[in-house]
């Protein structure tokens, strides 16, 4: 079956620039988190999504880092005003279970670099 | 922060060789799980054990798991160039209900053909 699916793959973005980035779990998936990996380094968490309500966003760096999940399915990553340190990459992953104690499946990531 | 750390940081063997690479965690925890992560499939969920078990099999891995020394072990049996990838452990950050997990930096592991 269809696993995670993240878009876009690549982003090259402009200090200073907004970004959107995309994931789609697997259907009926009830968990979605987010990771941040830098280059060499083991992925960090971001955030966390019960269905629709992001339960623990403490992992976010700054305001500038905004997610959302509306209608328990897709969820979007923001970053606002892009600086080189959000340069990294982007992991989604769902699990079919509620929260982070069971397996979960991870989409391909999107690499973000900020010039 | 990290709460695992594995160790070695590299590993390079020959095919048909075995790996064993550790990870060690800080705080109680109620389960541990493993995840690889090439280039070609992006990170997968290995094998997951629970705090009350002491070791699992699934395939040619094998995990244990020492609550005592909060340590744990993952070995591959008779590698192969396939097996060439990054290996992380996660744990959740606490023994109650968790909605994170947190990585270690990875062992990068080489199988030579």
């Known amino acids: 079956g269809a696993g995670v699916s993240q878009s876009p793959r690549y982003k090259v973005a402009k200090r200073g620039q907004d970004v959107a980035l995309r994931c789609d779990p697997i259907s009926g998936h009830v968990s979605l988190f987010w990771y941040q990996q830098a280059l060499g380094q083991g992925p960090e968490f971001l955030t966390y999504f019960q269905n629709e309500a992001q339960l623990d966003k403490s992992g976010l760096p700054s305001d500038r880092f905004f997610a959302e999940r509306p209608e328990g399915s897709v969820s979007t990553l923001k970053i606002q005003r892009t600086q080189q340190e959000d340069s990294a990459v982007y992991l989604c992953?769902?699990?079919?279970?509620?929260?982070?104690?069971?397996?979960?499946?991870f989409g391909p990531g999107t690499r973000l670099t900020v010039t | 922060s990290q709460q695992g750390e594995e160790d070695p940081q590299a590993l390079s063997i020959q095919e048909g060789e075995n790996a064993t690479m550790n990870c060690s965690y800080k705080t109680s925890i109620n389960n541990l799980q493993w995840y690889r992560q090439n280039s070609g499939r992006g990170l997968v969920h290995l094998i997951l054990i629970r705090s009350n078990e002491r070791e699992k099999h699934s395939g040619r891995l094998r995990v244990t798991l020492d609550t005592s020394k909060k340590s744990s072990s993952l070995l591959i049996t008779a590698s192969r160039a396939a097996d060439t990838a990054s290996y992380f452990c996660a744990t959740p950050p606490r023994a109650g209900a968790n909605s994170k997990l947190t990585f270690g930096k990875g062992i990068t592991l080489s199988v030579r053909p």
């Open positions: 992953a769902s699990s079919q279970r509620r929260l982070a104690d069971y397996e979960q499946y």
